[in-house]
C-alpha cells in the first residue's frame, strides 16, 4: 500500500513539473527576437531633436519654427536607392509578367480575350499580323491547344534563380506582346514595351480603419434586428448591402448586454476588406524628365542612358514619382519577408518611405544644432573643397566633384554613416506638406499624413522633400530646410531612400536589443 501511494505521488510530481504550474508565465516556447540590421541599412536609435531651421530663415518663409520631437528608432538606407537597386524592381515585374504570357498564352499573349483557345482561323489572322516579327526571329510557328498553360507551367516554372532568356526562340512567340510593335521600334531593334511593366499591390488604409462612427447600435433580440442611433458616420461609406440594407461601412456591434441591462459598447469593423486599398502602377522611371525639367538645355544623353546603363548603376535613381517610390518600398518589403518565412523566421516592419521628422533626424547625424549633416556652418572644408553635390557659387556646377548626380557613396557620411543627406539627389519623405505643419503635428513621431483624391485641389497633393540636389544651391542643403514637389511628378533631381520601424525599445547600444539582458531592460540603461 506504501509503494503504491508513493507512485501516485511521484506520478503527480512529474505531471506537476512537466504540465502548466498554475503561474502566469506567458507563452512558452517562442525563441527570443534577436533584431538584425537589414541589409544596406543602419540603425538609428531612439531620441529626441530640435527639428526645424537651425540658421537664419533666409527666404522669410515661416514654416519651419524650431520644435522639439522624438522619434522612434528607426533603419534607413545608408544611401539612396540607386539605378540598380531600383532595376531589381523594374525586371522582377517584367519576369513576372513574362511568366504569366507563357502560362497565360491562350488567353495574355494571342490576345483572344478569353479563357478558351485560338482557332485556326484567328491563328492565321494573327500570323498574318506577325509575318515580320516571325521572319525575323526564324521561329517555327507552334500549335497551341488548351493543355499547352498547364505544359508550360511544368516547363517555365516559377524559379526565379533561372533567369528568363528574353532572346530565346522557344520563348520568343510566348512573348511577343511583351515587345514594342514594329511601328514604334527604332531601328528595329526588340525592346520590351516598359508601358506594360505594370506592378499591382495592397496597403491598408490604417488611418481610415481606426476613425470611429459617433454613434451606437441596439440590438433588438425579438425581432433580430438592430437600430441606429445617431447615425454620424466617419468611415467609408459604401452603397446599402442587398440583403441586410444597412450600409457596409457601419462598425459593428460586439457589445455584449447583461441581465442588468450594461453593455461593454466594444465596437470594431464588419468587412475590413475596406480598408485594403488595391493600387497598380507602371515602374519605369519617366527618362524623360532630364528633358522636361530643362529648357534650353541639352540632356538628350542623360534621358537616352541614365537609367539602364552600367556606367549609372551605382547612381540614385531618379524621374520616378512619389507613388512609384511608395510601391517599391511595397516590394521590396514582400521580397524579405517571404524569405525569411521560407527560412522559418518572423517577419518583420514594413519598408517605407521616411518621415520628415525620421529623416531630419538621420541627416543631423546626432549633431543637435547642426546647419548641414557634416556640422557646419560652412560648406566647404578646411581645405576649400565643397562637402556636397549641389550648385556651388554663380552655377559653376563641376566645382564640387559632381556635373549631373554622382554616385549615391560619394562625399563623407555624416555621424551616423549616412551618404548624401544634402544634395545629389533631393528624397521624398512620407510627410504632406503643410506650411504650418509644426504648429499642429505632435512631438511624437512627428507626421502628417494626408491620402489626396483626384478631386482634391494640388495644394493638396504635394509631399514633402529634403536634402536639396545637384541643381540646387546650397540653402536646400541645410537639414532643416523644407520644400515639396507634386505626388505625380517625376522629376530627374529627386530620388529616395527607404527606412524600417526597429522592433524594440531602440537603446543607443543596439546589442541589447536582443531581450537577453534582462537586468538592462528593466534599469534602462
Not at 514654416?63 to 538606407?77: G, L, M, P
Not at 527604332?186 to 488604409?205: A, C, G, P, S
Not at 441606429?228 to 455584449?256: A, I, S
Not at 544623353?301 to 512619389?322: K, L, R, S
Amino acid at each position: 500500500m506504501k509503494s503504491l501511494v508513493i507512485i501516485l505521488l511521484s506520478g503527480l510530481l512529474v505531471v506537476s513539473c512537466s504540465g502548466p504550474s498554475g503561474h502566469l508565465i506567458g507563452v512558452q516556447g517562442r525563441a527570443p527576437y534577436i533584431p538584425e540590421v537589414p541589409l544596406g541599412m543602419l540603425y538609428i536609435p531612439s531620441g529626441g531633436f530640435n527639428m526645424g531651421q537651425s540658421d537664419q530663415d533666409v527666404p522669410f518663409l515661416h514654416q519651419t519654427r524650431s520644435k522639439t520631437v522624438s522619434v522612434q528608432a528607426f533603419y534607413i538606407d545608408q544611401t539612396e536607392i540607386t539605378n540598380n537597386e531600383y532595376r531589381q524592381f523594374v525586371y522582377w515585374v517584367r519576369d513576372s509578367i513574362a511568366r504569366e504570357y507563357i502560362y497565360d498564352v491562350n488567353d495574355a499573349n494571342l490576345g483572344a480575350g478569353g479563357p478558351e483557345p485560338i482557332d485556326a482561323e484567328e491563328q492565321a489572322e494573327w500570323l498574318d499580323y506577325r509575318d515580320e516579327w516571325f521572319d525575323e526571329a526564324n521561329v517555327a510557328w507552334v500549335e497551341f491547344d488548351p493543355t499547352m498553360k498547364m505544359e508550360n507551367r511544368e516547363k517555365f516554372g516559377f524559379n526565379w534563380r533561372q533567369k528568363l532568356d528574353y532572346y530565346d526562340r522557344q520563348l520568343m512567340p510566348y512573348l511577343t506582346e511583351m515587345y514594342l510593335p514594329d511601328y514604334e521600334r527604332f531601328y528595329k531593334r526588340r525592346e520590351i514595351d516598359t508601358r506594360k511593366l505594370k506592378f499591382k499591390y495592397e496597403w491598408i488604409d490604417l488611418i481610415e480603419a481606426a476613425k470611429r462612427g459617433r454613434y451606437h447600435i441596439i440590438r433588438d433580440g425579438y425581432n433580430n434586428k438592430q437600430k441606429l442611433v445617431n447615425k454620424t458616420h466617419r468611415t467609408l461609406k459604401n452603397p446599402p448591402h442587398p440583403f441586410t440594407e444597412q450600409p457596409d461601412g457601419l462598425e459593428k456591434d460586439m457589445g455584449y448586454f447583461n441581465k442588468k441591462g450594461q453593455n461593454n459598447a466594444l465596437r470594431g469593423h464588419d468587412d475590413r476588406s475596406r480598408f485594403i486599398i488595391q493600387e497598380v502602377i507602371n515602374v519605369y522611371p519617366d527618362t524623360l524628365c532630364w528633358v522636361r525639367d530643362f529648357t534650353y538645355s541639352f540632356n538628350d544623353p542623360m534621358t537616352n542612358m541614365y537609367f539602364w546603363h552600367p556606367a549609372y548603376d551605382n547612381y540614385p535613381v531618379v524621374g520616378v514619382t512619389w507613388v512609384q517610390a511608395k510601391a517599391f518600398c511595397v516590394w521590396r518589403t514582400q521580397l524579405l519577408n517571404v524569405w525569411l518565412i521560407q527560412n522559418g523566421d518572423l517577419f518583420v516592419n514594413d519598408f517605407r518611405l521616411p518621415t520628415e521628422a525620421e529623416w531630419e533626424r538621420g541627416a543631423r547625424g546626432d549633431l543637435e544644432l547642426s546647419a548641414y549633416p557634416w556640422g557646419g556652418p560652412y560648406i566647404r572644408n578646411s581645405s576649400g573643397c565643397f562637402l556636397g553635390n549641389f550648385k556651388p557659387m554663380r552655377g559653376r556646377y563641376f566645382d564640387d566633384g559632381g556635373f549631373h548626380t554622382v554616385k549615391a557613396y560619394s562625399y563623407n557620411p555624416n555621424g551616423w554613416g549616412l551618404y548624401c543627406m544634402a544634395g545629389n539627389a533631393a528624397e521624398w519623405t512620407e510627410t504632406t506638406y503643410d506650411e504650418s505643419v509644426y504648429e499642429f503635428a505632435h512631438d511624437l513621431n512627428t507626421e502628417y499624413r494626408y491620402y489626396a483624391m483626384d478631386w482634391d485641389p494640388p495644394s493638396m497633393k504635394r509631399k514633402v522633400i529634403r536634402g536639396g540636389s545637384w541643381k540646387d544651391v546650397g540653402y536646400y542643403l541645410q537639414t532643416g530646410t523644407r520644400t515639396y514637389e507634386y505626388r505625380d511628378t517625376a522629376k530627374c533631381y529627386i530620388g529616395f531612400r527607404c527606412v524600417m520601424t526597429h522592433l524594440g525599445r531602440g537603446g543607443r547600444d543596439f546589442s541589447k536589443e536582443g531581450g537577453e539582458e534582462i537586468k538592462s531592460d528593466i534599469q534602462l540603461n
